[in-house]
């Protein structure tokens, strides 16, 4: 490694760790050094300060901060400084020709600059699709997994390792609890596990990357102040994590329930940010002995894996369910005969669409069997559905509402995904 790489290399290391300061120190110091002296080299210096300010912004979730953008007006935001850089690069590329090093890193930012753009703009679809009624998983999927897939061998030279190992572990997060989502929508219990246990690796050697020790200066330590340090792009990805466990641990808590004890069971859901099984257990007991259970129901028709009722593995023989065996319970409290299932199975078909396509929820009294059946789509192919055994006033109905929209929105993670910009929250 020459001269020009270890600076470089120390620049960036200190990024990927978050001393932001530092790395503008490594700059400004050899910028120093070199004083008087023009060229390629200096302007890559200058350039890399104002990387640093961005990658600062960047794992803040800046991009997501709304800045000023219209008629006369300078357009300063992220998206639009790491555009600027990209071009000043392009610019020092061009005048290093005879300096095969200094070109073919700026031509290599130019391509990590390229990459922070196509995330910022992922990020900015994600949280509009946590607007929808349905998120698209596999819509997001695709984009993350074609952002990895192109930039997977471009910004590999020596000096940009430790952003380029940052980069990739932020896209694979992404890709494992993306693909969690959609493996859970069709109950597949161990492809989601797997999943799951991908992104909590990436995360767990992400975080011993950031070695940050720098903090506000206020006159006291961070650690006083008891704030997490953690860029605010990590704890979102967290957060994103957590959800998704909370909602695997729901939708496949008969088998997870096997495992253990009901006591640990309990240990373990109090350990959640969210709890959907508490939930669901107090909601029926404050309405109990009249809400006769509360269930998830799974839509398994035209679902090509699907073996019939307990199935939870892609790789099962597959047989032809029966129409019954079509709309298995996933989950249910408290856990009693399917006797209203008949009448459960026939609202799904006949609302599915409607709850698909508009924000309310819906209910449904059946006269012969005196039961009001509460519907709500969590996923395409997951419902909610509560069970009352009597027709339910108008105010009650709406709280009964808003509990299950409550928990869908949680469960969809449209909750999660609107807490990328923090002005939502």
Same mark, same amino acid.
């Given at each position: 490694?020459?001269?020009?790489?270890?600076?470089?290399?120390?620049?960036?290391?200190?990024?990927?760790?978050?001393?932001?300061? $530092?790395?503008?120190?490594?700059?400004?110091?050899?910028?120093?050094? $070199?004083?008087?002296?023009?060229?390629?080299?200096?302007?890559?210096?200058?350039?890399?300060?104002?990387?640093?300010?961005?990658?600062?912004?960047?794992?803040?979730?800046?991009?997501?901060?709304?800045?000023?953008?219209?008629?006369?007006?300078?357009?300063?935001?992220?998206?639009?400084?790491?555009?600027?850089?990209?071009?000043?690069?392009?610019?020092?590329?061009?005048?290093?020709?005879?300096?095969?090093?200094?070109?073919?890193?700026?031509?290599?930012?130019?391509?990590?600059?390229?990459?922070?753009?196509?995330?910022?703009?992922?990020?900015?679809?994600?949280?509009?699709?946590?607007?929808?009624?349905?998120?698209?998983?596999?819509?997001?999927?695709?984009?993350?997994?074609d952002i990895t897939n192109r930039f997977s061998l471009m910004f590999t030279h020596i000096s940009l390792t430790s952003v380029?190992?940052?980069? /990739?572990?932020?896209?694979?997060?992404?890709?494992?609890?993306?693909?969690?989502?959609?493996?859970?929508?069709?109950?597949?219990?161990?492809?989601?596990?797997?999943?799951?246990?991908?992104?909590?690796?990436?995360?767990?050697?992400?975080?011993?990357?950031?070695?940050?020790?720098?903090?506000? $200066?206020?006159?006291?330590?961070? /650690?006083?102040?008891k704030t997490n340090q953690q860029p605010m792009l990590f704890q979102w990805l967290v957060k994103f994590k957590n959800i998704?466990?909370?909602?695997?641990?729901?939708?496949?808590?008969?088998?997870?329930?096997?495992?253990?004890?009901?006591?640990?069971?309990?240990?373990?859901? /109090?350990?959640?940010?969210?709890?959907?099984?508490? $939930?669901?257990?107090?909601?029926?007991?404050?309405?109990?002995?009249?809400?006769?259970?509360?269930?998830?129901?799974?839509?398994?028709?035209?679902?090509?894996?699907?073996?019939?009722?307990?199935?939870?593995?892609?790789?099962?023989?597959?047989?032809?369910?029966?129409?019954?065996?079509?709309?298995?319970?996933?989950?249910?409290?408290?856990?009693?005969?399917?006797?209203?299932?008949? /009448?459960?199975?026939?609202?799904?078909?006949?609302?599915?669409?409607?709850?698909?396509?508009?924000?309310?929820?819906?209910?449904?009294?059946?006269?012969?069997?005196?039961?009001?059946?509460?519907?709500?789509?969590?996923?395409?192919?997951?419902?909610?559905?509560?069970?009352?055994?009597?027709?339910?006033?108008?105010?009650?109905?709406?709280?009964?509402?808003?509990?299950?929209?409550?928990?869908?929105?949680?469960?969809?993670?449209?909750?999660?995904?609107?807490?990328?910009?923090?002005?939502?929250?």
């Amino acid at each position: 490694m020459d001269y020009e790489e270890e600076i470089l290399s120390l620049f960036f290391t200190n990024v990927a760790q978050l001393c932001f300061d $530092k790395a503008k120190e490594v700059v400004e110091k050899e910028r120093e050094l $070199k004083q008087g002296t023009s060229g390629p080299w200096g302007m890559l210096l200058t350039h890399l300060s104002s990387l640093a300010v961005a990658e600062r912004s960047y794992l803040d979730l800046g991009s997501m901060i709304p800045k000023n953008k219209g008629f006369l007006r300078k357009d300063n935001s992220l998206r639009s400084m790491y555009d600027t850089m990209r071009s000043d690069f392009r610019r020092v590329e061009e005048l290093a020709r005879n300096d095969r090093a200094i070109s073919v890193v700026s031509k290599q930012l130019c391509e990590f600059l390229t990459a922070r753009i196509e995330l910022i703009d992922f990020y900015e679809k994600m949280h509009l699709v946590g607007t929808s009624k349905q998120v698209r998983f596999e819509e997001m999927l695709l984009v993350i997994e074609d952002i990895t897939n192109r930039f997977s061998l471009m910004f590999t030279h020596i000096s940009l390792t430790s952003v380029k190992a940052a980069f /990739n572990l932020e896209c694979e997060i992404l890709v494992n609890l993306l693909r969690a989502q959609i493996e859970m929508q069709s109950w597949h219990f161990l492809p989601s596990l797997m999943a799951l246990h991908g992104a909590n690796t990436c995360l767990s050697a992400w975080e011993r990357t950031l070695q940050s020790k720098e903090v506000w $200066k206020l006159g006291f330590s961070a /650690n006083f102040l008891k704030t997490n340090q953690q860029p605010m792009l990590f704890q979102w990805l967290v957060k994103f994590k957590n959800i998704s466990v909370s909602k695997f641990s729901l939708y496949f808590h008969s088998i997870l329930a096997q495992q253990t004890t009901p006591g640990e069971m309990k240990v373990l859901g /109090n350990k959640q940010a969210f709890d959907p099984f508490h $939930k669901i257990q107090s909601f029926q007991k404050k309405y109990e002995p009249a809400c006769t259970c509360v269930m998830l129901v799974l839509d398994a028709r035209e679902l090509e894996d699907y073996s019939g009722p307990g199935y939870h593995h892609p790789n099962k023989p597959v047989e032809a369910p029966k129409d019954m065996e079509c709309f298995p319970i996933m989950v249910s409290y408290p856990v009693k005969p399917p006797v209203h299932m008949p /009448n459960v199975t026939k609202a799904i078909i006949e609302q599915s669409l409607a709850m698909a396509s508009n924000e309310k929820r819906c209910h449904t009294f059946n006269s012969k069997d005196q039961c009001t059946y509460f519907m709500s789509s969590i996923d395409p192919r997951v419902f909610m559905v509560v069970v009352f055994e009597s027709k339910r006033a108008e105010r009650e109905a709406q709280n009964i509402a808003n509990f299950i929209q409550d928990m869908s929105l949680q469960l969809r993670c449209n909750k999660v995904f609107a807490d990328l910009k923090p002005s939502s929250k």
